[in-house]
């Protein structure tokens, strides 16, 4: 099973600064990765797939890099409605497996 | 507009069984993968099990192997999820996707308790 590990846990961000969120695969999941939001209470919301291709509907302001093991979500200029917790899924390999979670919180 | 309407959780005691079903609306449900994710109270996502079209195809964390059985019936535009010898650590909210890699929809999830 491939593990994915997020950081940080948690993130303080101001209203309109950038926020920077990594994810880390213990082995190649080539660019089979993708991205999900999730508020309390509602079902997660895809964002990126493929490392870096934004799902129907995203803002512009997120955006995905990174391939192999290494990636990243940018958020460019956080909105209240981006508060929340973000989470890293690879699916080069079965099972699919997720990170454990990045919350961005209001600093 | 897609719709998926999970179903069927509730309370049940350890070593019980459930069923839960998922309706699928809103597009050709026979031509995707689908795909069951779980989430314990205050804690991260967790895949559980995923089938492909046409049910040749499953695939389940290591977690539930042997215990869980997912399934559909695409006559019926729905899917299932089959839990037995039930523990507390299922206790979760669960959610059905549609696609086997990244699903784009989800449900609004359905909550299992296992607790005596």
């Known amino acids: 099973e491939i593990v994915m590990t997020q950081s940080p846990a948690t993130l303080s961000v101001s209203p309109g600064e950038r926020a920077t969120l990594s994810c880390r695969a213990s082995q190649s999941v080539n660019s089979n990765l993708a991205w999900y939001q999730q508020h309390p209470g509602q079902a997660p919301r895809l964002l990126i797939y493929?490392?870096?291709t934004g799902a129907t509907g995203i803002p512009t302001r997120f955006s995905g890099s990174g391939s192999g093991t290494e990636f990243t979500l940018t958020i460019s200029s956080l909105q209240s409605e981006d508060f929340a917790v973000y989470y890293c899924q690879q699916y080069n390999n079965w099972p699919r497996t997720f990170g454990q979670g990045t919350k961005v919180e209001i600093k | 507009e897609v719709q998926l309407v999970e179903s069927g959780g509730g309370l049940v005691q350890p070593g019980g069984s459930l069923r839960l079903s998922c309706a699928a609306s809103g597009f050709t449900f026979s031509t995707y993968w689908m795909t069951w994710v779980r989430q314990a109270p205050g804690k991260g996502l967790e895949w559980v099990a995923t089938?492909?079209?046409?049910?040749?195809?499953?695939y389940y964390v290591d977690s539930v192997e042997g215990r869980f059985t997912v399934s559909r019936d695409n006559a019926k535009n729905s899917l299932y999820l089959q839990m037995s010898s039930l523990r507390a650590e299922d206790t979760a909210v669960y959610f059905c996707?549609?696609?086997?890699?990244?699903?784009?929809?989800w449900g609004q999830g359905t909550l299992v308790t296992v607790s005596s």
């Open positions: 089938i492909k079209q046409d049910g040749s195809d499953k």
């Open positions: 493929g490392a870096s």
């Open positions: 996707g549609r696609g086997g890699n990244s699903p784009a929809y």
